[in-house]
Nanobody, 115 residues
Framework: QVSLVESGGGLVQAGGSLRLSCAAS????????MGWYRQGPGKQRELVAS???????DYADSVKGRFTISRDNAKNTVYLQMASLRPEDTATYYC?????????WGQGTLVTVSS
C-alpha cells in the first residue's frame, strides 16, 4: 500500500507562482512514475505532468514552459513548480503514483487562480 500526501495548494493571482509537493510512503516500488493530474470544475481529470524514477518527464501542452516537475527519490517526494499561473489552471490537483498496473492517488489539493 502506498500513501500520498499533497501540500502547497492555495489562492494565487494570475501571473503568480505556487509549488506543490507530494510525499509518498509505504511500499514504494521502483522503477515507478509519479505525476500530477488536475480536475477543474465540470472537467475531466487530466494529466499535468509526470516524471519517472530515472527523471524522464512528460507535460501537458497547456503547461509546457510554465510548470516544472521534479522529484527527490531519496525522499519519495515529487514537486510541481507552477509559474505564470492562469485562471484556467484553477483545479484540484492530484498526485499519482504508478508501478506497472498499480495506480494510487492522493486526496487532492485545490489551486485557485484569480484574475
Amino acid at each position: 500500500q502506498v500513501s500520498l500526501v499533497e501540500s502547497g495548494g492555495g489562492l494565487v493571482q494570475a501571473g503568480g507562482s505556487l509549488r506543490l509537493s507530494c510525499a509518498a510512503s509505504g511500499s514504494i516500488l521502483r522503477p515507478n512514475t509519479m505525476g500530477w493530474y488536475r480536475q477543474g470544475p465540470g472537467k475531466q481529470r487530466e494529466l499535468v505532468a509526470s516524471i519517472t524514477t530515472g527523471g524522464s518527464t512528460d507535460y501537458a501542452d497547456s503547461v509546457k514552459g510554465r510548470f516544472t516537475i521534479s522529484r527527490d527519490n531519496a525522499k519519495n517526494t515529487v514537486y510541481l513548480q507552477m509559474a505564470s499561473l492562469r485562471p484556467e489552471d484553477t483545479a484540484t490537483y492530484y498526485c499519482n503514483y504508478r508501478w506497472r498496473t498499480l495506480a494510487m492517488w492522493g486526496q487532492g489539493t485545490l489551486v485557485t487562480v484569480s484574475s
